[in-house]
Structure formats: structure tokens, C-alpha cells
């Protein structure tokens, strides 16, 4: 005869096991002309950003906001304001996710509170949108990246190039074979202004290659379609800082990557620069020519054809944003994969790990150059 403390225990098993099988599974089929509920985490500038744009997002129904500072959330408030009923302010993102059951997430946290905030939103079955990078640690991103795999819900990251026709179009021509073998990839960013907020804390941001140019990691790891050999990098702290935090982050610095088959990837990332210095610039070298990402343009070698304009242009460093935004919605609606999934931002975010490690000894809090290949980083994933 079964006790009842057997039976109890049973209960307990099959309640568990219930809960395991649900884990990660969305809480709703969406029809086509259902609303999908939207909650943010994190509403500080670029949260606003993105809160803006889903304003011009149809599908969307903005149900609730949350950050720890309370004028945040209240301007993020303002821009939903044609939202009824208004959306619901939190303090807490795991409160707000029991009680509003949102049917999708923004989390636009600080680098460093990614997989703290993305992985609950995966697993109680929400679709979820993260701000690029996957995280700042290598420890994080395996996090991130065994739920991810696992869960049954979208994970979209913010790399919004997959979403520009000029980028498209030029990575689809290369990956076409158009050009033949791609043999160098060379890039440039570089700005007026210096390094600030959060992201002068390399504990908040990773460093500052990491949370801005892994962008450009993330579109040349599209472009090579597998991740690095090594990378070896320089940084620098050219600019005095009044209240400077423990890991100061670089604003100057010069990287280069090996890919397979002698591919390398060179790279600056600068501030504080003159403007007629200026600029982002992303250039694929091939065998019978050359491809200038940004501006969507085919240069073949001389006597092998003319420059081809494969597209628009790309507007500048925000675009994408909005068709991001509008492709959330329709993968969830349409059960797709994301263009900017997990697996190319997972690489194009451990690039970004490895320039930071490559140039910053963060142990001795010094700037010394090394060489960091790809099994250095550790990733079990």
C-alpha cells in the first residue's frame, strides 16, 4: 500500500516535472489581429528609443515599464501616453513579469544586467528582445546561450544591421560568391565625443570596443559566417576622467582579428576625434573586388566590371532600429526566426570580450597588448 507520504511525493514530482515541460513555452498563441502585450526593462535612453518606435509598431500594446529610477520610467510614460490603460510602472522586473504576464519583453538594461533580466523574461515563456551585447563575461553569454537554445520563445538580439537593406544585400552578394574568396575586412569608428555614463564602467559595460563595436564584430562574423582564430589588440585612456571607476574604459583603440584561411580583420575604435575624422566605415576585400557595407557598394578589381549600387545606403549608426523593432513583431506573430539571432550575436559578442581582454590586463588594471585566441575565452557553449 502507498503512504501518503509517497503519494505526496508523486504529486510533488509531476507538478515539477509539469512546470519543467512549460518552462520557456509562450503563454499564448497570437492570432493575426491580437495585440501582443509588450513590458520594458530598462527605461533610460535607449529604452526610450525603442519605446518610440514601438509607438509606430500596430501590433504592439505597451502593459507595463520598469526601472530603478522612478523619472525614467516616468518620461518612458509620457512617449506611451497613447496607450489605454496606461501602462503599469515597476521597480521590480520579476514582479512585474508575474503580474502583468506580458506576452513580450524589452530589456535594455545596462550591459552587465542582460542575462539577469533576459533570462527570467525567457524562461516564464515571454519572447524577449535584448539589447546587444548577449552580456559582458563569457560565464554570462554560456548563460545566456543554454537558455536561449533552450526555451521555445524568441530571443532577438539588438544588432540592427540584420535589418538594413544595404547590409543584406552587399553580405548576401559576398556569401553569393560573386566576388570569390574573401581575403581581408577592415572597419573604423570613430567620433567627436568621448566615453560616458555607464559606459566609462568597464564592471557596467565590458569596455567600450565591447559595448558600441561589437556592432562591427557582429557584421563581420555574419560576413565570415564562424567565429575567429585570435585577436590582438591595443587600448588606451587618452581623455582625464574627474571621478574615473575602478576599470576605466578605453577610448582609443586599435584591434585586429585572424579568421580562417589568413582572413584578418583590422579595426579602430576612437573618440574624441576631429570631425572631418569622422565616421563609420566597414570594407569586405575579395579576389575579383570589394564591398563597402554601409553604403551598399560593389567595387570589382580594375577590369573586371563596374561599381555596382546594390541599394539605399544605410542612413547612419541608428538604422535598422525601427525595422528591428517591426521585425520583433512579426517574428512572434509569424513564429520566425529572428534575423538577429542568437548564434551570430553570440559570436559577434565574444569577439568583443576578446578585443577587451586582448588589450586591457585586468588584473593588473593596465593596458598591455596580448594575443587571445579563441579557445583562451572558455566558452562551454
Known amino acids: 500500500m502507498m503512504s501518503e507520504k509517497s503519494v505526496s511525493r508523486r504529486r510533488f514530482i509531476q507538478s515539477t516535472s509539469v512546470a519543467a515541460l512549460a518552462l520557456g513555452t509562450p503563454r499564448r498563441i497570437l492570432g493575426a489581429n491580437d495585440k501582443i502585450s509588450l513590458a ?19 501590433d504592439f500594446q505597451v502593459v507595463s515599464v520598469c526601472d530603478l529610477v522612478e523619472d525614467r520610467m516616468d518620461l518612458a510614460l509620457e512617449i506611451c501616453s497613447q496607450f489605454k490603460p496606461t501602462p503599469r510602472k ?21 550591459e552587465a544586467n542582460h542575462a539577469k533580466c533576459a533570462i527570467p523574461v525567457m524562461e516564464a515563456g515571454v519572447h524577449c528582445f535584448c539589447e546587444k551585447p548577449v552580456e559582458i563575461t ?3 553569454v554560456d548563460q545566456v546561450t543554454r537558455v536561449a537554445r533552450s526555451v521555445k520563445t524568441i530571443y532577438q538580439i539588438g544588432f540592427q544591421r540584420h535589418y538594413v537593406p544595404a547590409f543584406q544585400q552587399c553580405i548576401q552578394h559576398i556569401h553569393d560568391g560573386k566576388l570569390g574568396k574573401i581575403t581581408f575586412l577592415q572597419g573604423m569608428w570613430q567620433w567627436e565625443g568621448g566615453v560616458g555614463g555607464r559606459y566609462l564602467d568597464m564592471d557596467l559595460s565590458g569596455c567600450w570596443f565591447l559595448a558600441q563595436a561589437c556592432h562591427h564584430t557582429d557584421t563581420m562574423a555574419w560576413v565570415m559566417q564562424q567565429p575567429p582564430l585570435q585577436c590582438e589588440a591595443m587600448g588606451a585612456v587618452t581623455e582625464q576622467h574627474e571621478k574615473a571607476p575602478e576599470h576605466c574604459a578605453e577610448d582609443h583603440s586599435a584591434v585586429a582579428f585572424r579568421f580562417p584561411g589568413d582572413v584578418v580583420f583590422s579595426y579602430t575604435h576612437l573618440m574624441n576625434c576631429c570631425k572631418e575624422f569622422t565616421g563609420e566605415k566597414l570594407w569586405v576585400y575579395c579576389e575579383k573586388g570589394g ?46 526566426k529572428p534575423l538577429a539571432d542568437l548564434e551570430t550575436a553570440r559570436i559577434g559578442t565574444l569577439m568583443g570580450i576578446m578585443g577587451g581582454m586582448a588589450m586591457y590586463d585586468r588584473s593588473q588594471r593596465k593596458w598591455e597588448p596580448r594575443i587571445v585566441k579563441w579557445e583562451d575565452l572558455g566558452s562551454t557553449t
Open 138 to 140: 563569457v560565464e554570462k
Open 291 to 336: 564591398v563597402d557595407l554601409p553604403k551598399a557598394m560593389i567595387y570589382p578589381r580594375s577590369g573586371m566590371g563596374e561599381p555596382q549600387q546594390l541599394t539605399e545606403p544605410a542612413a547612419d549608426w541608428d538604422a535598422g532600429t525601427s525595422t528591428e523593432i517591426e521585425g520583433f513583431a512579426r517574428h512572434i506573430k509569424n513564429g520566425e
Open 90 to 110: 515597476y521597480l521590480d522586473f520579476r514582479e512585474m513579469l508575474e503580474k502583468e504576464k506580458p506576452d513580450a519583453c524589452i530589456v535594455a538594461t545596462e
Open 40 to 58: 520594458i526593462i530598462g527605461t533610460g535612453g535607449r529604452g526610450r528609443r525603442l519605446l518610440t518606435v514601438v509607438t509606430h509598431v500596430p
